[in-house]
């Protein structure tokens, strides 16, 4: 990808054929041995690292005329600090990817920077210019070619979070492989949420047909041509999110003592399918791999004309499972009196309880501060109430 992406842009494409050793890494546009001086008037070598803005695989003008680099701050040729693009110094932050940088500079000239090639090689420009004068042989033009095959889990680089500084955070959730359990009303949106997060695996599982009723209740707006096939839920959601994310696999299967194997190397599972036996052959399959789940749980009741009621989500993890089997997650099926069970539209709940669960798994994580670790939260729709519970 990181080739094609530097032969379809001129600004990126002209970086490269002038020599200068620069690659795409995590959302960042990165320029590496760039010379510059030191305090100590000794010429060093640092790395250019900037905030790439995207259109699909074309580069657009820059976003911010800011810079980050990985070396001390520099100097002219007597050793002065070049003040004129001071930014933020010496503070290291880590931007993930494997990127760190201790220095930010501000140079913008009149009308901001016109492409990636006049941004990088300006800033270049100012840090290697001093290098030159002490050491003639000083360049940033290296015609080193980077090793950058790198395996991207998305078909399109992914510059959310690096722009806005918490690449080191969502690299948090790169190793995951990510079991849906049902992919109706909630598990769609769960899906929706998981597809845009660098997890390594989605696997989607439901046995069911996506029909008209289902389209009033998940992401998206499908057309009447689509619902006239009928495809299978975990068909027709792969066909839409794996335009974004690599590594989707549907299963459309019941899970059950039989197939269970189907989530051997998960390390975390959404369960979103009714109580049941088919849920306690799940939960005892997550338990025995040592993967953490979160359950999810809706229940409704029409009265007086309006809608109330209680969304439920509740996590296990490898250090706390006794709650689990203590009564907060149901094995027995609610039956034809469970107004829930009878699909009713309910798309903002469905989405609201995926939003719960996908904060737990990120809370479980790290990329979320999490104070109270609760593993079972419930949240009342008439009250707007949030409560907590089985702390650790």
């Known amino acids: 990808m990181s080739h094609a992406l530097f032969s379809r842009n001129a600004d990126l494409k002209r970086l490269r054929d002038e020599g200068y050793f620069v690659q795409a890494q995590g959302g960042f546009l990165v320029m590496r041995e760039v010379p510059y001086v030191d305090g100590q008037k000794q010429v060093r070598t640092g790395t250019l690292i900037s905030s790439l803005t995207m259109a699909g695989d074309e580069t657009r003008k820059p976003d911010t005329h800011v810079i980050h680099f990985d070396g001390n701050f520099p100097c002219s040729a007597t050793g002065t600090p070049i003040q004129g693009i001071q930014h933020q110094t010496n503070k290291l932050v880590n931007l993930g990817h494997g990127l760190t940088a201790r220095q930010s500079f501000s140079s913008k000239p009149e009308g901001g920077y016109s492409d990636y090639y006049h941004k990088m090689t300006s800033y270049a420009g100012i840090l290697s210019g ?24 998305f078909n399109y680089m992914e510059t959310a979070s690096d722009r806005v500084g918490i690449g080191a955070l969502t690299e948090r959730l790169a190793t995951e492989r990510i079991a849906i359990i049902g992919v109706g009303g909630t598990g769609s949106y769960i899906l929706d949420f998981v597809a845009k997060a660098p997890v390594r695996e989605i696997r989607i599982f439901d046995p069911d047909e996506f029909l008209q009723h289902n389209a009033f209740r998940a992401p998206g707006a499908p057309s009447l041509g689509e619902l006239r096939e009928a495809p299978k839920k975990v068909d027709y959601l792969k066909s839409i999110y794996e335009r974004m994310h690599r590594g989707i696999t549907a299963n459309p299967v019941a899970l059950n003592a039989n197939n269970i194997n189907l989530l051997d190397g998960v390390t975390f599972a959404f369960l979103c399918l009714d109580a049941g036996e088919a849920k306690r052959c799940v939960v005892e399959k997550l338990e025995a791999i040592g993967a953490s789940f979160v359950d999810v749980g809706m229940g409704l009741e029409l009265d007086d004309g309006s809608l109330g009621g209680i969304l439920r989500v509740t996590a296990s993890t490898p250090k706390k499972r006794d709650h689990v089997h203590q009564g907060r997650i149901s094995f027995i099926g609610g039956g034809a009196d469970d107004l829930y069970s009878s699909n009713i539209q309910v798309a903002d709940l469905n989405a609201l309880n995926a939003v719960l669960a996908v904060v737990k798994w990120k809370k479980l994580r790290g990329f979320y501060r999490d104070l109270e670790h609760e593993h079972h939260c419930t949240y009342t729709t008439d009250g707007n109430m949030v409560v907590n519970g089985d702390l650790t």
């Open 130 to 153: 001093p290098a030159a004068v002490i050491n003639p042989g000083a360049t940033p033009r290296i015609f080193r070619a980077p090793d950058d095959e790198d395996e991207r889990i």
